[in-house]
Nanobody
Framework: QAQLVESGGGLVQAGGSLRLSCADS????????VGWFRQAPEKEREFVAA????????SYADSVKGRFTISRDNANNRVYLQMNSLKPEDTAVYYC????????????????WGKGTLVTVSS
């Protein structure tokens, strides 16, 4: 069973950068696509980015294209989300998720969730 643990969240000024990391202690990254979702207060959880198990294909929400980059290191069971040019509207709890490629871009399709890490972007 996948056990996903996020890290790297924090407080950053608008225009700054953060790198989130997701570690898988359950050793399922090699079989699953992995994605990042986020949830702001009083809003639904939304898709941010995803990457296939091989790393060959990625997908991004329109709101983060050109600013965020997802990558993975299967040898170390880690997936990263590099976030640049951060905006106050990026403030949210960011969740790591694992699923098939067909399900990873929708919250309803996610099979495994991490507990989340808070990102706060100040203006």
């Amino acid at each position: 069973q996948a056990q996903l643990v996020e890290s790297g969240g924090g407080l950053v000024q608008a225009g700054g950068s953060l790198r989130l990391s997701c570690a898988d202690s359950g050793r399922t990254f090699g079989l699953k696509s992995v994605g990042w979702f986020r949830q702001a207060p009083e809003k639904e959880r939304e898709f941010v980015a995803a990457i296939t198990w091989s790393g060959a294909i990625t997908s991004y929400a329109d709101s983060v294209k050109g600013r965020f980059t997802i990558s993975r290191d299967n040898a170390n069971n880690r997936v990263y989300l590099q976030m640049n040019s951060l905006k106050p509207e990026d403030t949210a709890v960011y969740y790591c998720a694992a699923a098939t490629w067909g399900g990873i871009r929708s919250a309803s399709g996610v099979e495994y969730w991490g507990k989340g890490t808070l990102v706060t972007v100040s203006s």
